[in-house]
T-cell receptor
Framework: AQSVTQPDIHITVSEGASLELRCNYS??????LFWYVQSPGQGLQLLLK??????LVQGIKGFEAEFKRSQSSFNLRKPSVHWSDAAEYFC?????????????FGTGTRLTIIP | DSGVTQTPKHLITATGQRVTLRCSPR?????VYWYQQSLDQGLQFLIH???????AKGNILERFSAQQFPDLHSELNLSSLELGDSALYFC????????????FGQGTRLTVV
């Protein structure tokens, strides 16, 4: 069964600083990976996805993520955070290679931005 | 706006009652997924429908059921509600099998008192 680990429950960074949120996955085949963001009281918005090909994927709002098969990681990065990036971030993997299309989510990382 | 519509946004009900949550997927999407988000369990997959047929079940209680109608909207029925069922319930939709890029609705916040 697939699983996702987000080791950092809460991260605080200063506005303008760079950001990296960690995501590790466990999966028996080539994974399909996603990053979602959830603002307070809102639904989940897709930031970016990795299906195949280039291991560095670009997303919305200036985010990017790099797929590293050797490390089973799919870390999310942003070179300079804005106060509006404060939210909860979820990494997810889907199970299409095992006959189901459900998303398995990590426990999330809450991002706080200091002015 | 993701294009996925969930109603109602908020629901407060008493223990033992039954409620129905409704989801309208994005235009053209055939798959509908239901997820439950709670503080202790995180985001948990409940059930997946594709073009009216159940595709997969997750950690869905027997007191819960869902269906997808011919017009592709879906309903999640929660019965004999308990305090622990209080959570945010999300619906998501995608184009379908082989394309799981899912778009989420705003969720229904259920409070059981």
């Amino acid at each position: 069964a697939q699983s996702v680990t987000q080791p950092d429950i809460h991260i605080t960074v200063s506005e303008g600083a760079s950001l990296e949120l960690r995501c590790n996955y466990s999966y028996g085949a080539t994974p399909y990976l996603f990053w979602y963001v959830q603002s307070p009281g809102q639904g989940l918005q897709l930031l970016l996805k990795y299906f195949s090909g280039d291991t560095l994927v670009q997303g919305i709002k200036g985010f990017e993520a790099e797929f590293k098969r050797s490390q089973s990681s799919f870390n999310l990065r942003k070179p300079s955070v804005h106060w509006s990036d404060a939210a909860e971030y979820f990494c997810a993997v889907d199970g299409r290679n095992f006959g189901n299309e459900k998303l398995t989510f990590g426990t999330g990382t809450r991002l706080t931005i200091i002015p | 706006d993701s294009g996925v519509t969930q109603t109602p946004k908020h629901l407060i009900t008493a223990t033992g009652q039954r409620v129905t949550l409704r989801c309208s997927p994005r235009s053209g999407d055939l798959s509908v997924y239901w997820y439950q988000q709670s503080l202790d369990q995180g985001l948990q997959f409940l059930i997946h429908y594709y073009n009216g047929e159940e595709r997969a079940k997750g950690n869905i209680l027997e007191r819960f059921s869902a269906q997808q109608f011919p017009d592709l909207h879906s309903e999640l029925n929660l019965s004999s509600l308990e305090l622990g069922d209080s959570a945010l319930y999300f619906c998501a939709s995608s184009k379908g099998v082989g394309n799981t890029e899912a778009f989420f609705g705003q969720g229904t916040r259920l409070t059981v008192v």
